[in-house]
């Protein structure tokens, strides 16, 4: 996983892991826009062509109501198509609100869900199986950390404990900025792919609506031969 962060060994050095080299999901987020933004461009010249072009070239062949009727309907079902296709590949490029929670509520993240519980250990860590897990975690580390420092003000510069507590205290803030880059990796893993699963539903749109663009302009063009 993208940006997580090793256990944290016994002098309080955090251990790398390979996927912790990896880059942050984040930044695939933009690519996936400008694909979405491509998909937009098309829709529009496809439109254009099967809606601004063809009909023109061909109105003139359209005698009777009955004719008149069927191209109007082609035309209709191809300004739904297209309509449709670039309404539902526009969602793609919302940005989608992305909370610490959504990795468990989602259902654009199901399948990340079903992944994360194949191998709860290469996401969550030591720290748990589960975000509420990390969290706990960070609240029971931050804990620590603060009575550490407490103690160390209470210790005094030349107290015989202060080079245990100074140990203690870089171990314990070790841990809780691991336990921090878990969630934050995560944090960004979902966000990116929900922006994932709005791509590829905003592909799947743009085929149903071109299809159905490509049926209303053999309707039109139908009626107008």
Do not use: C
């Not at 539902?88 to 468990?104: C, V, Y």
């Amino acid at each position: 996983m993208s940006g997580s962060t090793g256990q944290t060994d016994a002098v309080g050095t955090q251990a790398p892991t390979p996927t912790s080299m990896l880059p942050s999901p984040l930044e695939s987020v933009a690519d996936m826009r400008a694909t979405a933004k491509w998909i937009l461009a098309a829709l529009a010249v496809t439109g254009a062509a099967l809606l601004g072009g063809g009909p023109l070239t061909a109105v003139g062949r359209i005698h009777g109501l009955g004719h008149a009727v069927t191209a109007y309907a082609g035309l209709l079902l191809g300004l739904v198509g297209i309509g449709w296709a670039i309404w539902r590949t526009a969602d793609a490029l919302i940005p989608p609100l992305t909370t610490p929670r959504s990795l468990e509520s989602s259902p654009l993240l199901a399948d990340l869900r079903s992944r994360i519980a194949r191998e709860p250990e290469s996401f969550y860590g030591p720290f748990g199986a589960s975000v509420g897990d990390l969290h706990r975690a960070l609240e029971f580390h931050s804990t620590v950390t603060r009575n550490i420092e407490r103690l160390l003000e209470l210790e005094g510069p030349d107290g015989p404990r202060r080079a245990l507590l100074l140990g203690k205290l870089a171990e314990s803030r070790t841990t809780t900025a691991a336990i921090h880059a878990r969630l934050r990796s995560l944090w960004e893993l979902a966000h990116a792919w929900q922006v994932r699963a709005q791509l590829r539903n905003a592909r799947l749109h743009s085929l149903a609506g071109g299809a159905l663009a490509a049926l209303g302009a053999v309707v039109f063009l139908s009626a107008a031969s």
